[in-house]
């Protein structure tokens, strides 16, 4: 997103779901977009942390979905 900053016009970020135990960590959560030019939509998107018994990540797995304004999710 860092080389598209320029473009956004609104960005807002919901926490859908956040769930943790020892040594991991889910989180979903939705950003909302508006660009400049006047294109909108969401991205849907989860990450997933593994830590080692140090504290230190293990894994990270990540996934998104851009869904433009206007299409079913």
């Avoid at 909302?32 to 989860?46: F, P, Q, W, Y």
């Amino acid at each position: 997103m860092k080389g598209q900053i320029h473009t956004i016009e609104s960005m807002r970020y919901d926490i859908t779901r956040q769930l943790s135990q020892p040594g991991e960590v889910l989180q979903q959560h939705v950003v909302h977009v508006a660009t400049k030019n006047g294109m909108r939509g969401e991205v849907h998107a989860a990450v997933y942390f593994r830590f080692d018994d140090a504290g230190l990540i293990t894994r990270i797995e990540e996934y998104a979905n851009f869904i433009p304004a206007g299409q079913d999710s």
